[in-house]
């Protein structure tokens, strides 16, 4: 072995050796499948560090299950669906979507994602993602394509989908709708204020946030209690300025004790504005159009947006003496996620899939889903049961997969797409034929799905790559959707639980009345240093992926993913990336010593008979080690699984069980044979355990050392081929461990000894007194005297069967040493 690890043509053999072997395809790692639902990263730039932390945390997760016994199923998808891979395309070949026909612009971005695929599969690769990735799909590839038009048809045959003319969010900044989902909460500050309505000539004061709308006022309303307004029912009120008359009405929403206890409704303010619409059967007076910009019907505040509007009507009602009050608040407002811009209601005809009736179904499938960490199930289920909305599937965007789907103009029926000739975009493909009524007035349907509605369906998408054919995955019925669905794992992020988690948990039951998947795994976030989420939009990545990897091991890169806990958001740790490397430093080293020792020994197999107290301890330390690992990996604790290894690698075996064999070792001649063979075995045997342990976070270096110390023997082309049950993973030698406790307290107690006196520990000692009130302790412990005197360089070894001084004394050069021990 070379004196110094060099970590950069060791990671590029180790991922040759990977890729050239497809060390990671499931059906190169035979056994009971384990299925991954990998989340596809947004193909629109760059990765930061965030992806690094979560997608390693899920490799660890991993390689641990395929060293497990199990087929690790492990694909990966890239998501070039949707407004960013729009916008990246547009602006780097210079053109307008909108210009080209839609199945060109998705053919184009087709090809110029791939370039990006590239760059991020070499991040990946780099990083040690133990992927198959062959198994690789794109959100809007034509598999993607097809399973996403194929699941509508499925769904709206089954009543699930409806197309309605529908109050819905809408976003004037991207000009599309969006999803109850895609909303953020954000405090703004605006004015509360009090306009002056009126009836049969009584002022009534009326406080709002968006004086605005008064165009659109279609009623006002009270609490059905309010004594002061009872009087005012069955009249009508005279909205201010725009003169209009709107009924007075009572009820139950209406909080009394907000503002003037009177409350002015209008199409649309907010999600109440739009129930009361609908249970009052009120007037629809649209004045916001598509654009974001206030229509003629506004009068002077036509040509405006929202916010210089409402400073406009402000002035004009202060003008006219129909402003009675205004005072700065401080308040919530729904934004869209992307753009960050207020949202607006608007009627539109919109594909919907029904979410309220089946919220109670939703929570139990969210029951039935093995949540890690356990507490993050509490925000599935409060997303739930505060969803108000139906999903709205249609997009008002160029690109994206559109809906199958023709209408007739006469008689209003929906025509869907056969399945045999999917993927289809129905502006390019004229429907041949007439409608059920007689008609041939047919147009296409112009909208594209969300994005998350294809995202929701990764399980059926990994279902085919898996070989279960297109047309049966939707079969309740169908074994090999069974088989597949639901899936092993899901692992993702906190914030898009109420999206990406949510939307596939409905998808599934909707189509298969079962789970997506046995577990979920949720990941924090990488926080910058201002305590933010990182991220691309934000722009506050300290440092780029490809920098880190220029400048450190990336399996010291892998040990501070580690460092993170499930679901906990973390900081960027340089410190914690240089404790890594220090560990790979120390692991070389070791094995370097080891390797003259080892390279002739198989490990494992049959165990020596006469072991000695050292190994038999030793064996039995990393046996226990081994069952906290996998336990802690039971419940996806992986951080706390490296510690159980650290604990084990850095004390037991570096410091403590090297430094006691290194005189057998170094001098066999002066020991039994049958000792130094026996040493030998118990050093390769753990050797080969903990680079097995240490695999699924440090692949590469534990797949070099592999290859230079053991490979030969073992036979096994990969480390991370080799299981653990290959393995005796159990050897139980109490006693002996028991006793090296206290012989392990007796060398640390003179090394401190030595070292309090600034000592070397190689310093000799002409005399140890070991004292103790346990006779029957002190005479193991003087059975090991010979073991005793070659770690601590002592001459002689005396026992007391009293209580003596602690100490270390020196006479004439000539050092002597007392402990006790308990």
């Known amino acids: 072995m070379e004196k110094k690890y060099e970590h950069q043509q060791a990671e590029a053999a180790a991922q040759a050796l990977w890729q050239e072997h497809n060390v990671y395809s499931a059906e190169n790692n035979p056994g009971p499948v384990y299925s991954i639902d990998t989340p596809p990263p947004t193909v629109s730039g760059s990765l930061h ?41 547009e602006k780097k070949l ?157 009820d139950v929403a209406v909080n009394p004790e907000k503002g003037t206890g009177l409350v002015m409704s209008s199409t649309f303010g907010d999600k109440t504005d739009v129930a009361w619409f609908k249970q009052h059967n009120l007037t629809y007076k649209p004045i916001i159009g598509l654009d974001g910009l206030l229509t003629q019907e506004t009068g002077p505040l036509a040509g405006l947006r929202a916010h210089a509007a409402r400073e406009r009507i402000i002035e004009i009602l202060e003008q006219e003496g129909l402003l009675k009050n205004k005072r700065q608040i401080t308040h919530t407002v729904n934004v869209h996620e992307r753009c960050k811009k207020e949202i607006e209601y608007l009627v539109l005809t919109q594909w919907f899939l029904s979410l309220l009736p089946y919220k109670q179904e939703f929570i139990a499938m969210g029951d039935k889903v093995e949540w890690y960490p356990t507490f993050m199930k509490s925000r599935y289920v409060n997303w739930v049961e505060n969803i108000s909305w139906d999903w709205c599937l249609s997009r008002q965007r160029f690109y994206g997969i559109p809906f199958p789907a023709w209408h007739c103009t006469d008689c209003k029926a929906i025509i869907l797409a056969d399945a045999k000739d999917l993927p289809l975009d129905p502006q390019e493909t004229e429907y041949k034929g007439a409608c059920s009524c007689g008609s041939t007035a047919i147009v296409p349907d112009r909208d594209v799905m969300d994005t998350w509605n294809t995202s929701s369906l990764t399980p059926y998408i990994c279902a085919n790559l898996q070989g279960v054919e297109k047309e049966k995955l939707f079969t ?30 409905v998808k599934v039951w909707m189509h298969n009345k079962t789970i997506p998947w046995k577990k979920i795994v949720i990941s924090g976030h990488v926080l910058s240093t201002e305590k933010e989420k990182i991220s691309k939009s934000k722009g506050n990545s300290p440092l780029a992926p490809e920098s880190l990897l220029t400048n450190y091991p990336a399996d010291a890169l892998r040990y501070w993913t580690a460092s993170g806990s499930l679901g906990y958001d973390i900081s960027f740790s340089e410190n914690q990336i240089g404790i890594g490397q220090k560990l790979l430093i120390k692991l070389w080293n070791a094995f370097r010593f080891a390797e003259p020792y080892i390279q002739e020994t198989i490990p494992g197999g049959n165990t020596p008979e006469n072991l000695g107290i050292v190994n038999e301890w030793v064996l039995d330390s990393i046996s226990s080690c081994f069952a906290n690992y996998a ?33 057998q070792l170094m001098n066999p001649n002066q020991h039994p044979s049958e000792a130094v063979n026996a040493t030998r075995w118990t050093l390769a045997t753990v050797g080969m355990r903990i680079l097995q342990l240490y695999g699924p976070f440090v692949p590469h270096l534990t797949e070099t050392l592999y290859g230079l110390l053991y490979k030969k023997h073992v036979g096994t082309v990969s480390l991370h081929q080799t299981k653990f049950a290959e393995y005796q993973t159990t050897y139980a030698y109490k006693e002996s461990a028991a006793l090296m406790t206290k012989i392990l307290a007796i060398i640390s107690q003179v090394r401190k000894l030595k070292t309090e006196r600034q000592l070397s520990l190689k310093t000799e000692l002409a005399q140890l007194t070991i004292s103790s009130a346990d006779q029957a302790l002190l005479k193991n412990i003087m059975q090991q005297e010979s073991l005793i005197k070659g770690v601590i360089r002592a001459h002689v070894i005396v026992s007391n069967d009293y209580v003596g001084m602690t100490g270390i004394s020196e006479q004439d050069g000539i050092w002597r040493a007392e402990i006790n021990i308990i």
Not at 634 to 650: C, G, V
């Open 49 to 89: 560090i965030g992806h690094i932390f979560s997608y390693t945390q899920t490799d660890i997760i991993a390689r641990f299950t395929r060293m497990s016994g199990f087929s690790v199923f492990y694909p990966f998808g890239f998501d070039d669906n949707g407004l960013p891979t729009e916008k990246y395309v």
């Open 476 to 505: 309740e019925t169908t074994s090999a959707t069974s088989n597949m669905i639901p899936m092993a794992m899901r692992p993702q992020a906190h914030d898009i639980i109420r999206t990406w988690a949510f939307d596939t948990i």
């Open 631 to 663: 336990s802690y990996f039971k419940d996806h604790e992986f951080s706390l699984a490296l510690s159980s290894i650290e604990h084990f690698f850095w004390q037991d075996f570096c410091d403590n069980y090297l430094e006691i064999i290194k005189d």
């Open 94 to 250: 210079e053109i307008r979507a909108h210009e080209l026909k839609r199945s060109e612009f998705i053919n184009l971005c087709l090809k110029e994602t791939v370039e990006v695929e590239k760059q991020f599969e070499t991040l990946w690769r780099r990083i040690g993602l133990s992927v198959d990735w062959k198994a690789s799909y794109s959100t809007i590839d034509e598999r993607s394509r097809y399973i996403s038009q194929f699941s509508f048809i499925e769904l709206y045959k089954k009543g699930f989908i409806h197309r309605k003319d529908e109050p819905a969010l809408y976003c004037t900044m991207c000009r599309t709708t969006v999803a109850q989902a895609e909303l953020d909460d954000l405090e703004k500050s605006t004015f509360f204020s009090d306009v002056i309505f009126t009836t049969d000539g009584q002022e009534l004061i009326v406080a709002t946030t968006r004086p605005e709308l008064l165009a659109a006022v279609n009623a006002l309303f009270y609490h059905p209690d309010d004594i002061r307004y009872k009087h005012l029912a069955g009249k009508m009120a005279k909205v201010p300025y725009y003169g209009t008359l709107v009924p007075i009405l009572a």
